[in-house]
């Protein structure tokens, strides 16, 4: 796995985005800048796997053959989607203790939904610049 340019955007667009939720989110805590940037790191991570398992489970539910492949595979999307959101909670608890907490489910899902937002509308500016300095 190759770390690419794109990627080390995400991060500080994710950072932007925590550092934006601990300001306006109190049950958002992060004790210093480097906490929050280790747990941009770990969102990233985190929500890069999250959305590889979401990407085969659709692929499954659109290359389904049988209706009973469909209906496993739209209940492994329903179950990924919330429990992608508890895996966040833990892992982030697990790995910085109280010294970082992302909220309560709903703050988190606010969280990811925004870090998810900022994500594509960077890359997509990042593909239109691509695409006007090459033609």
Excluded: C, H
């Excluded at 340019?5 to 109190?26: A, K, R, S, T």
């Excluded at 999250?50 to 209906?71: C, E, M, N, Q």
């Amino acid at each position: 796995m190759r770390i690419r340019p794109i990627d080390i955007v995400d991060i500080f667009v994710y950072l932007v985005v925590l550092g934006v939720f601990i300001q306006l989110f109190p049950a958002v805590i992060s004790e210093s800048f480097l906490l929050a940037l280790l747990t941009a790191i770990l969102l990233k991570i985190v929500l890069e796997v999250v959305l590889w398992f979401k990407k085969k489970i659709v692929s499954r539910i659109r290359g389904g053959k049988t209706p009973a492949v469909r209906v496993i595979s739209v209940v492994a999307l329903l179950l990924v989607m919330p429990g992608s959101k508890f895996v966040v909670l833990e892992l982030v608890a697990f790995v910085f203790g109280d010294a970082v907490q992302l909220g309560g489910f709903f703050a988190v899902t606010g969280l990811i939904i925004v870090l998810m937002l900022a994500r594509g509308g960077m890359r997509r500016l990042f593909v239109n610049t691509e695409s006007r300095a090459a033609g």
